[in-house]
């Protein structure tokens, strides 16, 4: 870590006051709250409080330091309060001078872990890779008011990471460096090291001459050196006379002419020489079985530290990649503190952690093999990654699902369903029976002639589907046989919109469309897609809201109007899909939904593909089906004999 001061012409304004202040810890107690860092600056001082922003920095940092077995977050908690009381002291005894002029900042850091919190005009930036990510946005300011006082209020946390870079500006050195682009140039220059802003800033030095303040500038690297302290005036300081560098060329002569004293050789002692008596140990004769058994012993004992070595130069392996996957983590956790602030943040946060999952998982097969010390530590890294990837995006995990109903099986056993009206339909292509369940009625078996394969709302009723090809209105006309669109034909999925109907055929690739001609009539089978000869192979799903949204096995979904595909939609979420089995639209409804049983849950999306939420059980363990109402405040899932509702 290194830290950089820079005061601008503390001189120039005879009203203005400012300063940094830094802090590193002294000993191993205060390394457990880690680095202290402020910057203050008050306007239209008076004489009785020229140091009053050394006094105000004296009294946090020592709260700050004065408990060192709490956290960093609760001892900076503490030291503000203690702040607090200070200046609501100051206020009651008659000087209120300073209440809307102070501007104070204050910074605390150990391994990474950022705390801070302000008061007053000032700007904190986060510097990474070349970009430039406001950060105080998340703090709530208030106009200071007359005591009772509660000058520092909230404080904002969150991860950072190497070469990552804190600027702290107060507001005039601020409108400079906005003003000559200097906060960008910084953040193009990471990795940053004292040459690099050196030349950054003698490249302004004429226009920084003219404004009056502080900068605090922080770069996080592994490696610690000293902080450096400048400050930048209209013309250059005269070198202070140095007593050492004067007399210093006078002794180095002198040393020349002192010659060190030359030892005498000592003569060289003979010692007696000592004769030892000769020892014999007996001859050892071993058998041949004995000898094969000390060779089998020696083998596996080679074997054995070959093996032990290896092992350990594994785990060496896996430690090195276990901190690499710490590291990332700790970055993406950075970005994750900026999110509401900088969309991008939150999908730089996403990409890394996804990544992190990847990296993982091996890790995680593996783990119970290897030392338990070790093997805590990457499932611990396991649910930090995931707990963070299920709030991005946005996966509610449901304990206990509301239970809407339980079949028995011995009355009816369902494989399907479909709503109208807020009542709920389930039906089976192995039954003959039609199970209706009322909102406020009840239940109600109804008995029908057909197995009923595909259902969908029409008009103010249901239509029925019964392969091969006929329909039915519920409790309505006698059904009616559609026209063939072609040999071999087999609808598998079946969609309503404006009267007109739609089937997909899976195996033929086709989406046929019968329009409608009234009196429930509908014409000959039309082929949907524009061209006979573009087919969509792969599709598992498909539902209308005016486009026709088609599930491909791949999990994307290709969007298609006027019978042309449009776009396809990649799902970037997590958990990463294994196998959507349905798709749902309404053109009352934003948003799409998808059911995937293979990982227990339901997933809502928008129309361009981006996240709405998920819901997650594991009591979803048999999902057959599902459908929403009509106002999309209500699912309903069909999970084997149970029907669970979730409510929006």
């Known amino acids: 870590m290194q830290i950089f001061e820079f005061h601008f012409n503390p001189k120039l304004k005879p009203d203005l006051i400012f300063d940094s202040f830094c802090f590193e810890p002294e000993n191993i107690y205060e390394r457990r709250v880690g680095s202290l860092y402020m910057i203050g600056l008050l306007k239209n001082v008076l004489p009785q409080n020229l140091r009053f922003l050394d006094r105000l920095a004296k009294v946090i940092k020592e709260e700050y330091y004065r408990s060192t077995l709490a956290t960093p977050e609760k001892s900076l908690k503490k030291s503000l309060k203690e702040a607090n009381e200070f200046l609501e002291g100051i206020a009651k005894k008659g000087d209120v001078s300073w209440l809307g002029n102070l501007s104070f900042g204050v910074i605390s850091l150990k391994n990474f872990e950022l705390n801070f919190t302000k008061v007053g005009q000032l700007k904190f930036f986060l510097l990474r890779r070349g970009q430039v990510i406001d950060v105080d946005q998340k703090l709530k300011f208030e106009e200071i008011e007359p005591y009772p006082l509660k000058i520092f209020g909230s404080i904002v946390l969150g991860k950072l990471a190497e070469n990552d870079i804190i600027l702290a500006l107060t507001k005039e050195v601020l409108e400079a460096f906005q003003g000559q682009n200097l906060i960008v140039e910084i953040a193009k220059k990471i990795p940053l090291d004292e040459k690099k802003l050196r030349e950054i800033l003698n490249d302004k030095r004429e226009e920084l001459s003219k404004i009056s303040g502080v900068c605090l500038l922080i770069f996080l690297s592994k490696e610690v050196i000293p902080g450096k302290r400048e400050t930048i005036t209209p013309q250059l300081r005269p070198k202070e006379f140095s007593l050492k560098q004067v007399f210093m060329p006078i002794v180095n002569y002198f040393k020349g002419l002192i010659k060190k004293p030359k030892l005498e050789k000592l003569p060289k002692l003979k010692l007696p020489k000592i004769t030892f008596p000769k020892i014999t140990f007996p001859k050892l004769k071993l058998t041949k079985n004995q000898i094969i058994i000390l060779a089998l012993i020696f083998f596996l004992a080679l074997g054995f530290l070959i093996a032990q070595r290896e092992e350990k130069q594994q785990l060496e392996i896996y430690q090195t990649t276990l901190r690499e996957i710490q590291d990332k983590v700790s970055q993406a956790e950075s970005f994750l503190i900026l999110k509401e602030v900088n969309p991008q943040a939150a999908k730089e946060a996403n990409l890394l952690l996804k990544e992190n999952w990847e990296e993982i998982s091996p890790l995680v097969k593996i783990a119970p093999t290897l030392p338990a010390d070790f093997s805590s530590q990457v499932f611990s890294l396991k649910d930090k990654i995931s707990e963070n990837l299920y709030q991005l995006n946005k996966l509610e995990i449901i304990e206990e699902p509301e239970l809407l109903f339980e079949f028995k099986p011995e009355e009816f056993i369902p494989q399907k369903m479909v ?230």
């Open 419 to 648: 709503i109208f009206d807020n009542e709920l339909y389930f039906f089976s292509p192995y039954s003959k029976n039609l199970f209706l369940l009322k909102e406020e009625e009840g239940k109600e078996t109804i008995e029908i002639e057909q197995k009923i394969n595909l259902a969908a709302g029409f008009n103010d009723s249901i239509l029925f589907f019964s392969k091969p090809n006929q329909l039915k209105v519920y409790r309505g006309l006698t059904p009616v046989n559609l026209k063939e669109p072609y040999p071999d034909f087999s609808f598998d999925d079946f969609s309503v919109f404006r009267e007109n109907l739609y089937f997909l055929d899976k195996k033929a690739g086709q989406i046929i469309k019968y329009p409608y001609l009234g009196d429930f009539k509908w014409a000959l089978a039309q082929l949907w897609l524009a061209s006979p000869t573009k087919k969509a192979i792969d599709v598992k799903s498909m539902a209308i809201d005016g486009s026709i949204w088609l599930l491909n096995r791949d999990n994307s979904i290709g969007r298609y109007y006027a019978g042309r595909l449009q776009e396809i939609i990649k799902l970037d979420l997590f958990p990463y899909p294994k196998d959507f089995s349905k798709i749902f639209a309404s053109p009352t409804l934003a948003y799409l939904y998808l059911l995937e049983p293979a990982q227990n849950r339901i997933v809502i999306i928008n129309k361009s593909g981006q996240i709405i939420k998920q819901f997650q059980s594991q009591k979803f363990d048999n999902l057959l089906d599902f459908s929403v109402s009509k106002d999309g405040k209500t699912i309903y899932l069909l999970n084997g004999l149970k029907v669970y509702q979730i409510l929006l």
